[in-house]
């Protein structure tokens, strides 16, 4: 929808991209997994799977905090960076300023646009009020929160079976169908957002994220 001014005004757009909704619930999924095939079920008992519940989610835990963090900070990095090379552009003469848009932009955006339209996004970066000096915004930390969730409730399809089922092995078995389906969602979800065969897709993470796993367990993860 347009504006009067010309400007296209959207819905509000999320926090966080599927990329990064899938990447952080399958981190915390393969971190969960490293712990549930540590679990032996001859040996398992009670005291052993309280253990790794606290230690999955501990750990879960932990690097869902210093996911959420860095997130927050590439945030502001990646805003300073803008605020950077509108200054420059500002600055510059006109085919300097050109250059440094040409730049900024991606590979392939670059091969889609012409130096007539490149001008044009320099000349509205200079007819615009100076830019604000970027600082930390609400939905930063939103977004670095939404990573932390992701990543530690990722931690209790694979664990709760433990929990709830008294069979260790019939445990493991549906701990395994669980983290086989989250996998298969988070590669469907992926393949339909980059516009692949979400089916394909699906299967080919949930092989790749079995594969995974197990070189993680052979490395001692």
Known sequence: MAADDGTLVGKRAPLLDPVERVSEMLFGLFMALSFVGAISVATAGSEDI?????SALGCNLAWGLVDGVMYVIACVILRGRTYTLALSV?????PSGRNLIAQAMSPALTTLVSADEIEAVRTRLLAQPAPERPSLQRD?????????????VATFPVVLPFMLIGDVALAKTVSRGLALAMLFLGGFA?????????????????ITGTLLVAA??????
């Open 90 to 94: 500002r600055a510059a003469d006109a």
């Open 216 to 221: 993680i367990m052979a490395l001692g993860g």
């Open 190 to 206: 992926l393949g339909r957002y980059a516009g692949y065969g979400s089916w394909k897709a699906g299967f080919i993470l949930m």
């Open 140 to 152: 930063d930390l939103l977004g670095g929160l939404g990573i932390f969730l992701l990543c530690v």
């Open 50 to 54: 309280r253990t790794l519940f606290i």
